[in-house]
């Protein structure tokens, strides 16, 4: 065995000492360079350091309206319906479906037969349906992918982004019908119905959706939600009732938000109500995306319009007055647009007003897209440009 003599041992002690010390001076100059460094490009990080954790500066649009194809005349005046899909604007009269690129290009006319139509969009395509009659059509600016033909009447009928058509009709000895077909017209699934079914949103890749009845408890009326998997004989759950008379329906991952007559709420991923709303005045306008919902409430009596957005399914709702009455409400890429009487103003869902654009005309409703917002008027559509 080796024997290590004294001197080797302190020698060994002193050599790690200078080496611990050197490291230090090393540290020491390295720090004292970055500071050096940091402190002659002040001028470059300093303004964006400081900015972090205060509110951004909101973006005020012009409000311009945009010309060269705009405005687009129509001459079914208010009835006409608009919504944008896939940068396509279309647009129903009551005897034609126009479908219009995002500069106001007509890229289709076609005709219809419809008499009471109903205009609904997914994913480039439309569904055109006739409310109370017995016909529908699943369609693009190219073709008609097919239609259908009740013997009974239609109710309503909505459209999935994956192309799935779910139709409602009158039943004899029933409230109703769901009837849901395939992106090919072929019938998937078919349920008769106790209680009426207002409205039905897809989820999990239209492999199910949301329905909401509408029955009366106590004198008043409540909305269930219930939840229904396609390849299933049996709903997975149906939902205590909630205090309104329910509107339409917006599924997600999490749930469930329902808008109603005078309330609105949530129904989580297993059926229970998680949110409850009652509105301070008329409701304008409600969407949802995603979860994320957005509420109008006008109280003409006192003089008080707000904005109710949830950033979830159990979030509390947060309050934002508005300075004149809402029109129009839209959820959009995670940020929640008010259609005011004196302009559009964006928010995200921590009540950041992110953006603003005046109008000086009265519209009835708006579709936003990526750059653009298309305003609704009595006869005519009008687009301004959009930066949020």
Partial sequence: MAVIDAEDIVELKNRKKRRKRLIKLLVAILVAAITVGLYSTRDTWYPKLRGIGKQYKTVVNTGKLATGNFPIEVSSGTDYQMRYTVKRVMVLSDTYLYIYDTDGTLLKKRQHPYLNSVLR???????????????????????????????????????????????????????????VYDRKGSEIYARKCLEPVSDISFID?????????????????????????????????????????????????????????????????????????KYDGELAAAASISGKSAVAVNNEDSRKYTAVLFSGNDAEPLIIPLETAAVDVSVFKGLAYILCQDGVYTYDFSGKLRSTASVNDSYTGFVRSDNHIFLKGYNKIDRIDYDT
């Fill in 205 to 277: 890749k239209s492999s199910g959706c949301m329905a909401t009845y509408i029955k009366a408890e106590n004198g008043d009326h409540v909305t269930t939600v219930q939840k229904i998997d396609f390849s299933e004989d049996e709903e997975d759950w149906n939902s205590p009732g909630i205090n309104t008379l329910g509107l339409e329906v917006f599924g997600s991952s999490e749930g469930a938000f329902v808008y109603g007559l005078d309330s609105c709420g949530y129904v989580n991923r297993s059926g229970q109500i998680s949110s409850y709303y």
């Fill in 121 to 179: 969009v997914a994913n480039g395509k439309a569904l055109v349906y006739e409310s109370g009659g017995n016909k529908f059509s699943v369609e693009d600016e190219d073709e008609v992918f097919y239609s259908k033909e009740f013997e009974e009447n239609i109710l309503f009928a909505r459209l999935s982004s994956d192309g799935y058509t779910a139709v409602v009709t009158t039943q004899p000895n029933y409230s109703c019908k769901i009837t």
